[in-house]
């Protein structure tokens, strides 16, 4: 699944678990090794990447990428794409990892 698709069934988790008085889930996401964020949304996690200027130009392609969790709450997931300053960029990666915030 999309990472857009990830953060909304997070989100309706956590409406869920705002009902019954349970803590919220996070994901905590990380570009290429570096530069990690908690999010508690998509908008959140959005913003962020905008916030990461030398991560922009491989965005677009981060948001298309097909995101299996391993295990029950983690994934890392590596992609290619376009870099304008060095060409085809190999390897770039993105971690997540959901959790509980207690």
């Known amino acids: 699944m999309k990472i857009k698709d990830l953060f ?20 905590y996401a990380s570009l290429n090794g570096y530069s990690g964020k908690e999010c508690h949304t998509f ?3 959005q913003k962020w990447l905008k916030v990461e ?13 097909e995101i299996e969790l391993q295990g029950k709450n983690s994934a890392m997931v ?3 794409t376009y870099n304008p300053y060095f060409g085809l960029d190999k390897g770039n990666s993105i971690e997540v990892a959901i959790y509980k915030r207690y």
């Open 8 to 27: 909304k069934q997070m989100e309706k988790a956590n409406e869920f678990a705002k009902m019954i008085g349970e803590e919220e889930f996070v994901l």
């Open 53 to 65: 200027e030398w991560a922009t130009y491989f965005i677009e392609k981060l948001l298309e990428v």
């Open 78 to 80: 590596y992609f290619d």
């Open 43 to 45: 908008k959140e996690f």
